[in-house]
């Protein structure tokens, strides 16, 4: 039987299908109750109006019965709300690997964001195409050294 946790922390996002939802931040905790053995996932969307939630809680639940764990609940919760910061820097490596810019992490502190470094050529050459990319929480860029375009996630 594989742990609760480890099964709902491989779910890979419907929408960037190179990280995990513990990747992004959306998981938030997984509790299991030794009495009943009930689990209770808790996660937060990246924003109140992400379609790929649905897709997400058919997952996690699909993922923890088939890891042996029949009863399970998950919890969608809006405060606080998700931010870019809770992107894990395995998460930021795996979004620059597949070509997509991960946001600056802010760390309290709102940087002013100068360029976006391309995700294949490194280069800070670049230009916004258009507010919103591939999904809704990214947008378009080109490299004007490479020509290449890419997403960039969303700083929030």
């Known amino acids: 039987m594989t742990s609760a946790r480890d099964a709902v922390a491989a779910v890979v ?18 509790e299991e109750d030794p009495g009943t053995g ?5 996660i937060t969307p990246t924003y109140t109006g992400c379609p790929a939630m649905d897709v997400i809680r058919a997952d996690i639940r699909r993922a923890v019965t088939t890891a042996g764990h029949p009863d399970v609940e998950v919890r ?3 405060s606080p709300a998700w931010s870019t910061d809770w992107i894990t820097d395995a998460g930021r490596a795996k979004l620059a690997a597949a070509g997509i810019a991960p946001p600056v992490r802010r760390a309290g502190v709102v940087p002013l964001t100068l360029a976006v470094r391309c995700p294949r050529c490194g280069s800070p050459e670049t230009e916004q195409l258009s507010r919103f990319g591939s999904t809704a929480c990214k947008a378009l860029w080109r490299c004007r050294a490479c020509s290449e375009p890419f997403d960039h996630v969303k700083a929030l």
């Open 38 to 42: 009930r689990v209770v996932v808790t």
């Open 76 to 78: 969608t919760v809006h």
């Open 13 to 30: 996002d419907p929408e960037i299908r190179v990280v995990t939802i513990a990747d992004l931040g959306i998981l938030r905790s997984v």
